[in-house]
């Protein structure tokens, strides 16, 4: 009988118990695999494949999915300036969705009757696994073993110990989640709706005090360059950006917002280069988009966002929206000035050839030189008829 299961692996205590329990209780074939959308150094990822066979693992894959994720997900992100509830730049959300692509595909590679995750019932991550999952292979069975035995986390650890799988377990009493475009922070706080995390609980620790300006250089709404330097693509500037700006500890966060199962959820986060990079983009679009671009593109990257956030990455609508996305860029080019602070940032400004304050039709507030006051009369009076006619006859005036 087929025993192979594929577990999608982060070598975090969830996925640790899950392939001791599959091995070891349910008799499964376990085959881990990682899919790295850009949060993992060749150290780490080292790591993780040696804990995978001491866990019992057949077979350990690294799936490298971090030019995919940047070129089909995080352009759009940065696009539309997304962030979800004005705070959190989607960064797991989004992710999960092409970790379960390439885990997939992996199970079929590899004729797998099974594969597994480890998310628990109380979350979004087990509706993204197994919707993608079902969408891209319905023959192959889903097994979940966290969201099936309701384990706690310290049961979890102590099921991990009786088999002797010692491990840092003060540190595993926090849920992280690394990615490319930022890393997620669960733990007890975050259970709560009124404590925040301790410091020490987010992966960058302030590293400075003093305050140092940059220069971001975008090119039809991509980030292109930091401080007039280029890079070979997308992943390596925000990796480099994140470089710089972790050393503030800028991007820390908790966001708190509706599940996809319908219920309120908390969790910590820190994105430093994805914050930094939004809110820059955001404000080089303010002065080279017109008001009704601006106004179209953020009801449509609200729903972008959304649709991402509940794992509905495949609905052709998605694509349409991208392609409206990226057609608004044709002149989102410039270099955005930001002073970087301990715990914060401040946009200064941008330069741009297509920067619309640049007209000379009229410098706001000051002078106007494309039209006269009589013109503005006349506009005035015609622009005011229809709020007339409605207060005349309603008796409002």
Request: aromatic share 10%.
């Amino acid at each position: 009988m087929n025993k192979k299961l594929v577990l999608a692996f982060s070598g975090g205590l969830d996925t640790s118990f899950c392939v001791k329990y599959l091995k070891e209780e349910k008799g499964f074939d376990v085959y881990t695999a990682i899919a790295n959308t850009g949060g993992f150094s060749q150290e780490e990822l080292k790591n993780i494949e040696e804990k995978a066979y001491r866990l019992g693992a057949v077979k350990h894959a690294t799936l490298d999915v971090t030019e995919e994720y940047y070129n089909k997900c995080i352009r759009y992100m940065i696009f539309g300036n997304i962030l979800r509830n004005n705070t959190y730049p989607i960064s797991v959300s989004s992710e999960r969705v092409f970790q379960a692509i390439a885990t997939i595909n992996y199970a079929k590679e590899i004729g797998a009757r099974y594969i597994a995750h480890g998310s628990t019932g109380a979350g979004n991550d087990q509706v993204r696994f197994d919707l993608t999952f079902q969408v891209l292979a319905p023959e192959i069975e889903i097994v979940t073993p966290i969201r099936d035995l309701l384990l706690s986390r310290q049961e979890e650890i102590d099921f991990l110990k009786k088999h002797g799988m010692e491990d840092d377990y003060i540190k595993m009493q926090y849920s992280i989640n690394q990615g490319l475009w930022g890393t997620s922070v669960g733990g007890k706080e975050t259970l709560t709706s009124s404590k925040g995390l301790p410091d020490e609980s987010y992966p960058s620790q302030l590293e400075t005090n003093e305050e140092k300006m940059i220069e971001l250089g975008f090119e039809k709404g991509e980030l292109k360059t930091i401080d007039g330097k280029s890079f070979e693509n997308g992943p390596k500037i925000i990796r480099a950006l994140n470089e710089i700006t972790s050393k503030f500890a800028i991007g820390r966060d908790i966001h708190v917002g509706d599940t996809i199962i319908g219920i309120k959820g908390r969790v910590g986060f820190e994105a430093a280069a994805p914050m930094l990079t939004i809110k820059a983009h955001h404000l080089l679009e303010k002065h080279t988009l017109t008001k009704w671009q601006i106004y179209w593109k953020e009801q449509l990257s609200n729903w972008y966002g959304m649709f991402l956030h509940e794992a509905l990455y495949h609905e052709p609508v998605m694509r349409n929206m991208e392609i409206f996305l990226e057609s608004t860029q044709e002149n989102v080019t410039g270099k955005v000035f930001v002073k970087l602070k301990p715990y914060s940032f401040e946009l200064q400004g941008i330069e741009s050839e297509h920067d619309l304050m640049n007209s000379g039709f009229a410098h706001y507030g000051e002078t106007a030189t494309a039209w006269t006051g009589d013109d503005v009369k006349g506009f005035t009076k015609i622009l005011s008829n229809s709020l007339k006619i409605y207060n005349s006859v309603n008796k409002k005036i």
